[in-house]
């Protein structure tokens, strides 16, 4: 889940347009960029798919950090593209959240000097090679979690970006698990590293979810808008009965020694995490917040002058068209 | 002494790989999410040429060694790239300048690499090529798009032109393993190869508005694993480490 703590805006809107408009995803009728929209919806849905964006973007960097370093040239074609594709989502869904009237430009401002946020998630460092395997079968697999749902989301432009999306992350999840499988059936040193990547990943990738949103306004009235089609808890406990039965595959221990079934909820039952921990990481105080930010700040403002140069390139070109013509 | 044809593998495949890991360090750091990507796209085809490069000069050396034994377990003084692509990153109009020197001189290799006496040779060429040509197309509209952009683009356009003009004819140079190449039809003598370079590069100069450096000195030592840079070794210290460092793991 890369949007998290998502508030919704209730704006001042005519009553018989907004009873209008609720009928039309009651229906399950997709809304449009040009259709009229209640501008809390409009507001809400820029925060989370921009949150959403940001989080592919900034995703990029902890799954970066390892690409020059991956152990084979096939590890290193694979991380790669996988890279590229969350690049490439993240222009996705920057270009639906421009349907809402906001600029790729200027979500990247908000983002740089943090009036928008990214999931919490890539705030954790990746350490060991075992870690791109973590990342892709967890960070990836709580994504998906979320993402699934999403493609019957009410506003057309983001559910069919989720559609692309999701075909695939699923891939990318699988080539998680299979460094992981190598990992864990590898030397003693491999096996090492993969139970460290599923000590550390554990419980920031439950944290993806957010803290449970059951009694929240502003899920409820994202969850009557559908934008958000699941409650926090829901989607947590789907992802760790996923989850465990795949560690005890891998022969790998999850760090929590309460996880137990419960035959009642047909589900696992499980600790939460630190909730204290995830609210620190949202303040700014995880492990990699600045240089995340850092990192794409320095990308923006080295590449000032490459973007103004494209302009005034382009620019020339059509003046000198102009004059020949 | 290792075979001419092995020697010349190397050349090849430690050209794209170099050059594929150096575009690899901008995955998630470019100026523009399309940058971003096209780079990762070009690193990507080159990653995919250096596989076949390198699985061919395994093949034609007989000693049982894989594409990635020979990309992981080697250290400097056994590359054979040039030493134009083991240059740093620099700002993107470097890595951009560097990337269109070389994709000038990279297409008319393999143009003339598809037609090979060695069947194998002739192959992976013929598949590069392709990529190649998109590659320039890229680098060539990029060059002039920033060379005939703004005054700061100009001027660091220029720089990287200046700074990296030295190291492009070691391109063209040609060494006792080329002519013996050359003369079985496996791959044109380097020198021959320059001429179109020229034609393209003065051409792309003009319509970025960058003045051709004029001397014509050439760095050497790249190709031939006589005197790389300081660069190549921390390259890698970097992308060989979790070979070295576990060196019975698979992966």
Redesign the interface.
Known sequence: MYAQMVKSDVGQDDPARLAAFQARIDAGEKIEPKDWMPEGYRKTLIRQIGQHAHSE?VG??PE?NW???????????IL??K??DE??H??YL?CAAETLGVS?DALTEMLIDGRMKYSSIFNYPTLT?ADMGAVGWLVDGAAIMNQVPLQRTSFGPYARAMIRVCKEESFHQRQGFD?MM?MAK??A??KKMAQDALNRFWFPSLMMFGPSDKDSVHSAQSMAWKIKMNTNDELRQKFVDQTVPQAAYLGLTVPDDTIAWNAAKGGYDFAEPDWSEFFDVLKGNGPCNSERIA?RR???E?????????????E?KKARKMAAE | MASPLFEFLLRQGDNTLVLGHRLSEWCGHAPVLEEDIALANTALDLIGQTQLWLALAGEVEGAGRSADDLAYRRDVWDFRCLLLLEQPNGDFGQTLMRQYLFDAFQVENLAALACSSDARVAAVAAKSAMEARYHLDRSRETVIARGDGTAESHGRMQAALDLLWPFAGEMFQSDAVDQALAQAGVAPDPGTLRAAWDREVTETLEAAMLARPSGDFAHRGGKTGARHSEHLGHMLATMQFLPRAYPDAQW
């Not at chain 1, 690409?67 to 074609?77: C, D, G, N, V, Y």
Request: no cysteine; hydrophobic share 50%.
């Open positions: 973007i990029q960097l970066g690409i020059t370093r991956a152990p084979s040239l096939e590890r290193k074609a790669l593209a890279v590229q690049a490439g993240g222009r920057y790729r090679w460094i190598k590898g030397t040193a491999q990192a320095k990308a923006w080295d590449g000032a002058w490459v973007r103004a140069g494209m302009l005034a390139h382009a020339k």
